[in-house]
């Protein structure tokens, strides 16, 4: 039976396909699966440079209404991981992916899905928050727009910009460049923009990174708020973020391979984030967290 929201669906209404099932699948139970119905899945992904290997072996099943954190030491492929997962790898010349990613059963990678269509339903916040050099209206406006609304889109940017936790310091100066706000309403900015195409997840690249404590907090409020509509996946440095806000971590390493020195990334573990910060499986993990290495 079919039970996907069509409005969730990567293509048009209509045209439906059963989802394989490969003898693989069926025989490699994981810990992972004990996350039913997932928004997205992973089955063993792997993404290349120009034929070199970023990360590989990815299997990764994320659940709906939650917060997935990705951790691990840098160059492990953890942006490389995200961009896969709504195909912003697509716009790097010599990226490619390998392996299944699916988004609501349907492979994301599949000849006839729209990848636009892809990061729409699969929103994305970066590391440094970058608004058009427009006015915060037209920041929020420009997706909808982009799709096609023309109509309501008053209350889709006010709706937007409050569930962002927003509205309230800018509704007086909606005609103002995004560009003269803080660097953490120009965050919140950012995500009023994915959100204003009511994408059913939100990818974030060390959201907080270039914030300041306080500007960091309103942004990890705001992702426990935002869990209540949408399944976030966040990529962070900061072990204690993943702590606070995250239901569940992924923790990567990277293996240096001794003759050529070329680094590929690696899932080690991913579970619950209260087991991976008590009692990791893995003592890569567990020294990772501990701050013995990494
Ligand atoms: N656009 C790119 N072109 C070529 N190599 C890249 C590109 N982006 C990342 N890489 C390589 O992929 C590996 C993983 O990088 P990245 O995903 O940025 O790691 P992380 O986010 O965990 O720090 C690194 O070796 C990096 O040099
Ligand atoms: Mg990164």
């Known amino acids: 039976m079919d039970h996907r929201a069509t409005t969730n669906a990567l293509r048009p209404q209509g045209v439906?396909?059963?989802?394989?099932?490969?003898?693989?699948?069926?025989?490699?139970?994981?810990?992972?699966?004990?996350?039913?119905?997932?928004?997205?899945?992973?089955?063993?992904?792997?993404?290349?440079?120009?034929?070199?290997?970023?990360?590989?072996?990815?299997?990764?099943?994320?659940?709906?209404?939650?917060?997935?954190?990705?951790?691990?030491?840098?160059?492990?492929?953890?942006?490389?991981?995200?961009?896969?997962?709504?195909?912003?790898?697509?716009?790097?010349?010599?990226?490619?992916?390998?392996?299944?990613?699916?988004?609501?059963?349907?492979?994301?990678?599949?000849?006839?899905?729209?990848?636009?269509?892809?990061?729409?339903?699969?929103?994305?916040?970066?590391?440094?928050?970058?608004?058009?050099?427009?006015?915060?209206?037209?920041?929020?406006?420009?997706?909808?727009?982009?799709?096609?609304?023309?109509?309501?889109?008053d209350d889709i940017v006010e709706r937007s910009l409050v569930r962002a936790a927003l509205w309230d310091e800018v509704k007086g100066k909606l005609k103002q460049s995004g560009l003269t706000l803080s660097g953490g309403q120009q965050q919140r900015l950012c995500i009023a923009r994915a959100l204003a195409v009511d994408p059913q997840v939100i990818l974030m690249d060390e959201p907080c990174s270039a914030l300041d404590p306080v500007a960091t907090m309103a942004i990890e409020d705001l992702m426990a708020d935002m869990r209540q509509d949408l399944s976030i996946v966040v990529v962070t440095h900061n072990m204690q973020q993943a702590a606070r806000v995250s239901q569940r971590t992924a923790f990567f390493t990277v293996n240096v391979d001794e003759a050529t020195g070329h680094r590929t990334g690696e899932l080690v573990e991913y579970d619950r984030t209260a087991t991976i910060f008590t009692k990791a499986s893995d003592s890569r993990t567990e020294g990772y967290i501990t701050g013995r290495f990494g």
């Open 16 to 153: 439906t396909r059963q989802p394989e099932v490969t003898h693989q699948e069926a025989a490699s139970p994981r810990p992972s699966r004990e996350v039913a119905d997932p928004v997205l899945r992973l089955d063993d992904v792997a993404v290349s440079y120009g034929g070199l290997t970023a990360i590989q072996g990815v299997n990764l099943e994320v659940p709906r209404h939650e917060i997935t954190a990705l951790i691990g030491p840098s160059g492990c492929g953890k942006s490389t991981l995200l961009r896969s997962m709504n195909r912003m790898n697509d716009l790097i010349a010599g990226a490619k992916v390998t392996g299944r990613l699916r988004y609501n059963g349907e492979d994301v990678y599949a000849s006839d899905v729209d990848p636009v269509e892809v990061r729409r339903r699969i929103g994305m916040v970066f590391q440094k928050p970058n608004p058009f050099p427009k006015s915060i209206y037209d920041n929020v406006a420009f997706g909808p727009k982009l799709s096609g609304v023309n109509r309501g889109l």
